[in-house]
């Protein structure tokens, strides 16, 4: 099968996770992926093929070689983000993209710019494809399995290239953060792994944020308008005062590269009661530490000046910037770095604004350094990848096994 239509294959399985689910895998649909995945690997050939049923889905490409060569693995995950829909994905293919800007839905006046999307008029004469503007497009991260597939079905259909062991793994609920909290490393006994879950073909990432999630809880008394006086207090005005006490810079939009943000992505409230969500991001652990801590001080100012605890901060870590453990094996950094090469690319190295399974089961003992897959604008409707980016990041796959068996 062409990658390209193993891609859409995948695009059109409806994954997305759920935020706000208690079960593991957070939807039970993340599974119809899973299942198609493990029947297309038993068909392959490949063995030890295994679902769990928290929905991760495993499996080995055994060595074809008498040499002693380390076991790699390759993971993606199988969920899309909730932040836009991932159901009906109408998706259009443009041959020889004239690098100008897209219409996506006319009727609504959809259209993805290259003067806010420089990178598009870099991929003219590739061909794009892009969403009709009402849905994410999935490149995140079914490119990314797409890739791994068809790698390991020309790996069967060519047993002339030697390797070693190769593990694959398939994971639930990235996009909610929960990817590897029931990944069972004995199922994928790996000396180094990479995940495949980047952006632009060539990429190879080492260093992400240190993040946090963080609740606040605003407890207002309700008190008829008419004779508020002296007695309301307004949880949402709280709110907006909670958050008047944080870093007025320290947000997405006024950062960039390694500096560190505080996101307000939900709030909901009345009166009596006002729920906020904050993301925590910083690459530098000190940093993170005390951007934790403003959390923590405007949550004690709240309280000293109402004299009442009517403010709630709890703060819990996500996952923690893998370089401090990436940073003495770069070795295997190198190995992606020649096989990015290989394929006439420069590699980029750049650190990323976000996490990966790779960052937490790099602290789980599993070192992860994470690929890129050929797309871009994940999370929403402007999302777009190349065929031939994908074809690329494939390349680069299939050369770090060959670089690996050279060692």
């Not at 080995?60 to 829909?85: E, Q, R, Y």
């Not at 060539?202 to 308008?225: K, M, Q, Y």
């Not at 939009?253 to 009661?273: A, C, I, P, W």
């Not at 904050?278 to 951007?291: E, M, P």
Request: hydrophobic share 35%; aromatic share 8%.
């Amino acid at each position: 099968m062409k990658l390209v239509d193993r891609f859409l294959k995948y695009v059109h399985v409806h994954t997305t996770s759920d935020p706000h689910s208690n079960t593991h895998p957070s939807s039970e649909r993340q599974k119809n992926l899973g299942k198609m995945l493990l029947d297309e690997m038993k068909e392959m050939g490949v063995k030890e093929v295994t679902m769990t049923s928290f929905g991760y889905v495993y499996g080995l490409i055994p060595s074809n070689t008498t040499k002693k060569v380390p076991t790699i693995g390759f993971i993606a995950h199988m969920d899309t983000s909730s932040d836009c829909s991932g159901e009906h994905i109408h998706e259009r293919i443009i041959e020889n993209y004239d690098g100008k800007d897209v219409v996506l839905n006319q009727e609504k006046n959809i259209v993805l710019k290259t003067s806010e999307f420089p990178f598009l008029k870099e991929k003219k004469g590739k061909t794009l494809i892009v969403t009709d503007g009402t849905t994410l497009l999935g490149s995140d991260d079914k490119a990314g399995i797409a890739e791994i597939m068809t790698v390991v079905e020309y790996l069967f259909e060519h047993p002339e290239i030697q390797h070693g062991d190769i593990r694959i793994a398939f994971t639930p609920d990235e996009e909610i953060g929960e990817g590897t909290d029931h990944f069972d490393l004995s199922l994928f006994p790996c000396d180094f792994a990479y995940t495949v879950d980047g952006g632009e073909e060539g990429s190879i990432d080492i260093e992400n944020f240190n993040a946090a999630s963080c609740e606040v809880t605003l407890d207002g008394i309700n008190i008829h308008p008419g004779s508020a006086k002296g007695h309301m207090i307004n949880s949402l005005l709280l709110a907006i005062e909670f958050n008047s006490l944080l870093p007025v810079h320290e947000v997405p939009s006024q950062t960039e590269l390694y500096e560190g943000f505080n996101h307000l992505n939900d709030m909901k409230g009345t009166v009596q009661r006002t729920n906020m969500h904050y993301i925590i991001r910083n690459h530098d652990l000190k940093k993170f530490t005390a951007q934790k801590e403003d959390f923590i001080r405007a949550e004690h100012f709240i309280n000293e000046k109402y004299h009442q605890n009517l403010c709630h901060v709890t703060i819990e870590d996500s996952y923690y910037n893998m370089y401090d453990r990436l940073k003495d094996h770069l070795e295997i950094v190198e190995i992606a770095k020649k096989a990015v090469i290989s394929q006439g690319l420069t590699p980029i190295i750049l650190p990323i604004r976000g996490g990966t399974d790779g960052a937490q089961l790099t602290y789980k003992g599993l070192l992860c350094p994470n690929l890129g897959t050929g797309g871009f604008n994940f999370h929403g409707p402007y999302e777009c990848i190349t065929v031939e980016g994908m074809e690329q990041c494939a390349s680069i796959i299939l050369s770090i096994i060959q670089e690996v068996e050279k060692k």
